[in-house]
């Protein structure tokens, strides 16, 4: 009898291993995906997901599949986007399709924006004009504003990377970063951190741990740093941090110090823009404007 037992229990042991192994190789598309979709190109492959552009067997359309790691608050946000109008949801990536497969992998079908994103973009022609970021970061900041009023989620990792864009569209895009607003979960694993905020970064912590932040606030700092980027060409710091001189600075000497400091004579950009730009580039995240606050600032009321 315990022979028995102990051949038992190593088989629940080796399926338990097993298990585990498969839920932690990299995520693909389902076998259901693929009888639909036609691979032609792998943009990218990790433990987290993997991104594959691909073609409809039957239409022909271009499409991108992706496959990640399940997330609550990615899969919720997925869902509240794709009941949620196009009016209410503009500047978010809208899922043609999604579910979770039965090794719990968030299978997606994602439209496929021929501009790139918007590092591409600045790479390839410096920066924008003040115009088109206006233009630009409207529509990114609306769609946050629906991540964090409607659907109740931050971001957590808003960077020129995860900004499409093309001639007529600016998409905010990969929500798997995502957290639930009451989530305080201090984890940067996957996150950017030229663009995290500091009260996110671990020697910002007090010894107890017991500060409170608002991870809104944080995506607020993170449109900042992607707005500068987009202005100047160039991250305002490589991180949020006392070790770099540039944060050093601002937080010394305030923003618009910093900023004259920081790019001197090439410094063409509206009044009203460095005004914005303090307000969400304020090391204090209390001090910081909502995504609200943020649309309905001057810089953005004037028409483009």
Known sequence: MMDCEAKGADIMEEKSSRLTLKSRRNPRPSSDMLNKYKISKCFQSNMRSSVFGAVNRRTRQVVVLKSSQYSDAMVHAYDRIIK???EQTSGLIRPKDFYVDEDRHVQLVLP?????????????????SENEVKVRMRSVGRGLRFLHD????AHRDISPENILIDENETILIDYGSCRHLLDKTRDTHGV??????PELL???????DSSVYDLRKSDVWSLGCVIFVALFGIPPFETASLGDERFR???KYGFRSYIHAMMGPRLDVSDSALDLLQAMLHPNPESRPT????LSHSWFETEA
């Open 112 to 128: 496929y924006v021929k501009g790139g994103d918007l590092i591409e973009q600045i790479l390839d022609a410096g920066p924008m």
């Open 150 to 153: 409607e659907v109740k989620v």
């Open 84 to 86: 949620s109008s196009p």
């Open 291 to 294: 995504c609200t606050d943020i």
């Open 249 to 251: 600075h601002l937080k």
């Open 202 to 208: 671990k020697q910002h912590v007090s010894s107890d």
């Open 192 to 197: 950017k951190l030229t663009y995290l905020a």
